[in-house]
């Protein structure tokens, strides 16, 4: 299916009117998508929204897209690794889970067929896989619900250059020259802020939350090299992000019509 591109003014849902979503959802691909962040430090250079803002930006191409609509971000993540460092916010997991998850719920209510659950904070992914089950014991399964981390579709190395020993895990390269491509005037130019924690005493830890805290506590809160970024480096980490998830995107939404087709000739006949 082709998917009718939308304008800049019609891509987020608090703009509208109650009546032009009525509109909206009387269309078969009526198709939402939430934004997840959180609200943390990342580095002396970027600002505290950095993983919300991405997400953000993220969303608004895949509405523009796939002809969907963006809702406003949910801000606040879970972020205690980083609570050492003014003015982090975190929230308990069932915080999170049962706010996105009444938030599902509201918008298949109001008509809703299609939602897309779009986290962009690490700290988040292992606590979102319950979203999906704590809708359907509500809403049962008369909803088209993918909940995907912006980066679940890249190749190796992309998420390597997210992730990883060698670029860092936070407010490194990758990080830095998304946000710099987004809201470059909220990028401080520092000199170098580069930081790699001092990982002798890892041993066979797994770096989880708490050693993760543990590794940067004291630092400048850096974990790589933001110095190698650019923001023609974020413009070409965000079309690979966008094509990316928008190839995964239109497959899945081309099955859930097919699906509602089949429903819908079932229930005339």
Same mark, same amino acid.
């Given at each position: !299916?082709?998917?009718?591109?939308?304008?800049?003014?019609?891509?987020?849902?608090?703009?509208?009117?109650?009546?032009?979503? /009525?509109?909206?959802?009387?269309?078969?691909?009526?198709?939402?998508?939430?934004?997840?962040?959180?609200?943390? /430090?990342?580095?002396?250079?970027?600002?505290?929204?950095?993983?919300?803002?991405?997400?953000?930006?993220?969303?608004?191409?895949?509405? #523009?897209? $796939?002809?969907?609509?963006?809702?406003?971000?949910?801000?606040?993540?879970?972020?205690?690794?980083? !609570?050492?460092?003014?003015?982090?916010?975190?929230?308990?997991?069932?915080?999170?889970?049962?706010?996105?998850?009444?938030?599902?719920?509201?918008?298949?209510?109001?008509?809703?067929?299609?939602?897309?659950?779009?986290?962009?904070?690490? =700290? &988040?992914?292992?606590?979102? =896989?319950?979203?999906?089950?704590?809708?359907? /014991?509500?809403?049962? /399964?008369?909803?088209?619900?993918?909940?995907? +981390?912006?980066?679940?579709?890249?190749?190796?190395?992309?998420? !390597? !250059?997210? +992730?990883? $020993?060698?670029?860092?895990?936070?407010? &490194?390269?990758?990080?830095?020259?998304?946000?710099?491509?987004?809201?470059?005037?909220?990028?401080?130019?520092?000199?170098?802020?580069?930081?790699?924690?001092?990982? +002798?005493?890892?041993?066979?830890?797994?770096?989880?939350?708490?050693?993760?805290?543990?590794?940067?506590? @004291?630092?400048? @809160?850096?974990?790589?090299?933001?110095? #190698?970024?650019?923001?023609?480096?974020?413009?070409?980490?965000?079309?690979?992000?966008?094509?990316? $998830?928008?190839?995964?995107?239109?497959?899945?939404?081309?099955?859930? &019509?097919?699906?509602?087709?089949?429903?819908?000739? +079932?229930?005339?006949?």
């Amino acid at each position: !299916m082709t998917y009718r591109k939308r304008s800049e003014k019609s891509l987020q849902l608090e703009t509208w009117s109650s009546p032009e979503v /009525q509109r909206y959802i009387q269309k078969d691909n009526s198709f939402g998508i939430i934004p997840v962040g959180s609200f943390e /430090q990342h580095g002396p250079h970027a600002p505290l929204g950095t993983d919300t803002f991405i997400c953000m930006e993220v969303s608004r191409r895949l509405a #523009r897209k $796939l002809g969907g609509v963006a809702l406003p971000p949910v801000w606040f993540g879970i972020s205690d690794e980083h !609570m050492d460092f003014a003015g982090t916010v975190t929230v308990a997991p069932d915080t999170l889970c049962n706010l996105i998850t009444d938030i599902v719920v509201s918008l298949r209510a109001a008509g809703f067929n299609k939602i897309l659950v779009l986290n962009g904070h690490g =700290g &988040n992914v292992p606590y979102l =896989g319950s979203v999906k089950e704590k809708v359907r /014991q509500r809403v049962g /399964q008369d909803v088209f619900l993918s909940v995907i +981390s912006y980066w679940d579709k890249l190749s190796e190395r992309g998420k !390597m !250059m997210l +992730s990883s $020993l060698e670029w860092g895990f936070h407010a &490194n390269e990758y990080e830095t020259s998304l946000i710099s491509c987004i809201f470059p005037s909220m990028v401080k130019k520092l000199r170098d802020i580069r930081n790699y924690p001092d990982l +002798s005493s890892l041993n066979d830890q797994e770096l989880n939350e708490k050693v993760f805290r543990d590794l940067i506590k @004291g630092s400048n @809160g850096v974990w790589g090299d933001p110095g #190698r970024a650019s923001i023609k480096k974020g413009r070409s980490f965000l079309g690979t992000i966008e094509l990316s $998830l928008n190839n995964y995107l239109a497959h899945e939404l081309d099955s859930q &019509n097919e699906d509602l087709a089949v429903k819908r000739v +079932s229930k005339n006949w």
